[in-house]
Each structure stands twice: as C-alpha cells, then as structure tokens.
C-alpha cells in the first residue's frame, strides 16, 4: 500500500491560524495517527482571503438561504467558501479521508451553529459551508471531525474506513478486473459483516451477477462497501463474526482449546475484555491449523496493529 494521504484542518495540526491566532492541536492526530499518514492541510477561511487574525464569523440564516459573514452581517464569505469547497471537492482524488474542525463555520461536519436574522435565536443544525462542498462531491470519502475522534468507537470506525479506501484506491489504479473485485471482496468478507451482516450478503450477490458491466458492477460495491462500514460495529456483531470464524476450526481444536476460545468471545461479548483478546486466540489457532482463506481475511489486522485501535473496543 503507498503512503495514506489525508486532508485535514489546518489548525488540528497545531497551526495558527484560527480567527485568534490560536490552533486546535488533535493530540490524536498529531501523536498517534500522524505516525501512519501523510496530511494536506486546508484553512478555507485563510485561502479565502481572511487575515490572522480576524472577526469572527458565523452561519446566519436569511430566509431559506444560509450566510457566512461577521455577526453583524458585513464580509460575507458565502459564495468565496463555496467556491473554494468546490474546486478542493474536485482535486482530492490522492486523498483518502478527511478531518474537519467541530461546529465552526467553515470546517464543521455536524451540529454547526446557524444563526437566525434579527436576532430570532440560533440552531445546531447546520454542516459547514468548506465541509459540505467536500462531503458532497466525494460521497464515499471517509470523513470525521476532531471531537468524535475522542470516542473509542468511531475513532477506530474512521481509521478502518480510511485504510480500506485507500486499498480500493490502490486497486483502481493498478487495474481492476472482476477477478480482482472478487479477490477483493473475498478478502473483507468477514469485515463486512462485523460491521452490517445484510450488506455481507448483498455484497456476496452482486458479484455473482453476470449481465451487469464491470463499471457498474465496481460502482455499486465500493458504494455498498463503505455504506457498510459507517456502521459502527459493536459487541453483538463482533461475537457473530468471531462465532464464525470459530467454525473453521472445529475440526482442528481440542476439547480444552475450543472450551477457552468459547469463553474467550463469551467474555468479549459481556464486556469483561477487548476485541484483541479473541482475535488474538483465533489468530494463534490459524497459526497452529494453517488456513489460507483465513490468513486473507482483513478483519484480523485492517490497520497497523499498533495503532492500539482494538484495546478499547
């Protein structure tokens, strides 16, 4: 796999250049995730024009219309931002996930704050103006703000999103066939369905169409792959995968070592130990009964292991 590129917010880098010369360092980020990728960072407010520092702006509802301006209404940065998200959405095809700032203006993926004209209070619904434009040309892109990054759970879901882009990226520009897509797929099957069991059997039907083109056909699984995977997994479906990967070693497995295994994913699933735990016996038994199908599976290892993702989950 090359070098995993991701786009990011300027400041979550620790760079100054929020509207009080201050940054928003991600500790996450900088010290862990910065280990395992390259970032592009982006400040829209700054390439749009605006000085550090600067007046705050706001998202400011006039009408059906939403505005980026100063509260008062003055240097209004609408259309600037919009055009600036645009051509950004457009020249990211090297990129294979995003980080935005929470709730500001510009780079908020969620919950933004939108002002109402003449002084009729305020929402948190809004998305911000850099960041929609980005979300909106590139659906499929893995994407994720700084705060949620704190949460176990989605911060494992984002990073397992970002490497399986990057592996269908990768795969892209080597040349796809079917064969490649199936080899592929073949490789995640156990991934996916940790994460969405009904997409696992979607997946598995389309490829075994015949009368559809390839184009379609790829189409149709990298949008269904990372639908899938924004389903975060939890314990139920984790235990429904490892209770399946189980069954290729019934035949191998002792009576004590199937006992401790079966203990091992009963713990995990009442929350008395992690993911790795499990994983970690499957994996050892896949090394003492060696089987090729398995030692292909993603699931096991879907990003570096030492990014220490799965201790938390």
């Given at each position: 796999m090359s070098n995993i590129i991701i786009g990011i917010s300027s400041c979550l880098l620790g760079n100054k250049v929020r509207y009080d010369s201050s940054g928003k360092r991600s500790v996450f980020c900088t010290d862990v995730l910065n280990d395992f990728v390259e970032y592009k960072?982006?400040?829209?407010?700054?390439?749009?024009?605006?000085?550090?520092?600067?007046?705050?702006?706001?998202?400011?509802?006039?009408?059906?219309v939403i505005h980026v301006s100063q509260p008062d209404g003055t240097g209004d940065v609408t259309e600037a931002l919009t055009e600036y998200g645009q051509t950004v959405g457009r020249n990211i095809s090297e990129i294979s996930g995003f980080i935005f700032t929470a709730k500001s203006p510009s780079c908020g993926?969620?919950?933004?704050?939108?002002?109402?004209?003449?002084?009729?209070?305020?929402?948190?619904?809004?998305?911000?103006?850099?960041?929609k434009q980005i979300m909106q040309l590139n659906p499929l892109l893995p994407c994720e703000e700084n705060g949620?990054?704190?949460?176990?759970?989605?911060?494992?879901?984002?990073?397992?999103?970002?490497?399986?882009?990057?592996?269908?990226?990768?795969?892209?520009?080597?040349?796809?066939?079917k064969g490649k897509l199936i080899e592929f797929h073949s490789q995640r099957k156990y991934l996916v369905m940790s994460h969405h069991y009904p997409s696992y059997q979607e997946l598995g039907r389309l490829l075994a169409i015949d009368d559809i083109s390839l184009e379609d056909m790829q189409n149709e699984y990298i949008k269904g792959l990372m639908t899938a995977l924004k389903n975060k997994?939890?314990?139920?479906s984790h235990t429904n995968t490892l209770t399946h990967l189980q069954g290729y070693f019934k035949k191998h497995i002792n009576a004590e070592e199937k006992a401790e295994l079966c203990e091992k994913i009963a713990d995990y699933r009442e929350g008395l130990i992690p993911l790795l735990v499990p994983l970690?016996?499957?994996?050892?038994?896949?090394?003492?009964?060696?089987?090729?199908?398995?030692q292909k599976q993603v699931y096991f290892n879907p990003y570096p292991r030492e990014m220490k993702l799965r201790y938390a989950i």
């Open positions: 960072p982006f400040c829209p407010e700054v390439a749009v024009g605006l000085p550090i520092p600067r007046p705050t702006i706001r998202q400011i509802r006039r009408g059906d993926m969620e919950r933004v704050k939108i002002y109402h004209e003449g002084g009729g209070g305020s929402d948190s619904s809004g998305i911000g103006l850099f960041t949620r990054l704190n949460d176990a759970v989605l911060r494992e879901n984002f990073v397992l999103r970002v490497f399986t882009y990057k592996a269908w990226q990768d795969l892209i520009k080597e040349g796809i066939t997994a939890n314990r139920r970690t016996l499957l994996e050892h038994y896949n090394q003492k009964y060696p089987n090729e199908y398995l």
